[in-house]
């Protein structure tokens, strides 16, 4: 059977479960059959009956339910249907679990992981495909995690689970839920670094993948020294791959993909050090152009670099809400071609 970013999701939770009793999961529809929208939580209401809630639809209450649990020593987790619904939960977010543990002096701790899928591209509309993460992405207290094929996101998510006594917000792109995962032979043309991996023990006797991955560094085996450096995280990260390919190919313009795991906190030494050796830069993301992650990451790097000679450019969603076409979604949002063009005017190809 083949390992998809969903499966392994749900794999994750089925894992968390099972090792640990203190562990919840709490979210609207996800109860058997149904099993949540993007399926998910399939099977894990008829396994832990007992710790599988359905919940009423009031993303305020089902987020403040879960941090009262984490006070009281519990792992929950909850499931926000679509990651639009973030705003209605964005009080019991920014104004109580991120700051408890500063205004409890310590003496309190929130393992509550917040699940979520976000993006567009599936023609779900202005209020079912947009990505807000950046608007938490400068909350104090609060780690936010993108999942990504390259490594397992079932093990991050299992890490965050068992392992983290602070809140998280897990971020799953919709159209990487059918995404098998990268494979050694997948990436047989490339060179692949683990960079930020704070721990190397393995969850169990059976995983050994790396927890706390913040970013992994990707580029053509045997290729000429990178005179670009792309940025991504998320379904990003599978254009930019296949950009690196037709950037090398057919414009002989080599290129660096960084992918972020962890957008919040993050540490720019990785990318840092390769903006450095390419001085170009062009980060991507499918969230709104402006006040986003990617200025953040350009204003970062141009405080910490010692170089007056760095190019910066952004891809990024159009300023408006999505469109529910998908011939307009395809306009909307940054795609392949986009990165090549991009790619091209930062070298000086056109």
Not at 1 to 30: K, P, Q, W
Not at 82 to 104: E, T
Not at 183 to 197: I, K, R, Y
Request: glycine share 8%.
């Amino acid at each position: 059977m083949e390992n998809t970013v969903l499966s392994s999701l749900n794999s994750a939770l089925h894992r968390a479960l099972a090792m640990d009793e203190r562990v919840y999961v709490l979210g609207e529809d996800i109860i058997d059959p149904y099993g949540g929208a993007f399926k998910v939580t399939r099977g894990l209401s008829q396994a832990f009956p007992k710790r599988v809630f359905s919940t009423p639809i009031s993303e305020a209450g089902i987020v403040g339910l879960a941090a009262g649990m984490a006070l009281r020593g519990l792992h929950p987790v909850v499931e926000i249907m679509f990651g639009d619904f973030l705003s209605l939960a964005a009080d019991q977010i920014i104004n109580h679990l991120s700051k408890f543990r500063w205004m409890y002096n310590e003496q309190v701790q929130l393992p509550l992981v917040i699940r979520t899928p976000m993006g567009g591209r599936r023609g779900y509309g202005p209020t079912h495909s947009q990505t807000l993460e950046k608007i938490f992405l400068g909350i104090p207290g609060l780690r936010v995690i993108a999942s990504t094929t390259f490594n397992d996101p079932g093990t991050l998510l299992l890490d965050a689970i068992l392992n983290t006594q602070e809140p998280v917000l897990f971020i799953e792109n919709k159209l990487l839920y059918p995404l098998p995962l990268k494979t050694t032979e997948d990436l047989l043309d490339f060179d692949l670094v683990t960079v930020g991996s704070n721990t190397q023990k393995p969850l169990t006797d059976n995983s050994k993948m790396m927890v706390h991955c913040t970013s992994f560094n990707l580029s053509i085996r045997g290729a000429p020294s990178p005179s670009l450096t792309l940025l991504a995280y998320g379904y990003m990260a599978e254009l930019a791959q296949k950009a690196i390919y037709r950037l090398a190919y057919e414009y002989e313009v080599f290129a660096e993909l960084i992918i972020l795991t962890q957008l919040a906190p993050f540490d720019i030494s990785a990318i840092l050090a390769s903006v450095q050796n390419t001085s170009r830069l062009l980060v991507m993301e499918e969230g709104t152009l402006s006040l986003g992650w990617g200025a953040e990451i350009v204003a970062r790097i141009a405080e910490a670099s010692s170089s007056n000679h760095i190019l910066f450019k952004r891809l990024a969603a159009k300023d408006f809400p999505v469109p529910a076409s998908l011939q307009l979604e395809e306009t909307y949002f940054p795609g392949e071609d986009d990165i090549i063009q991009a790619g091209l005017q930062l070298t000086g190809r056109i």
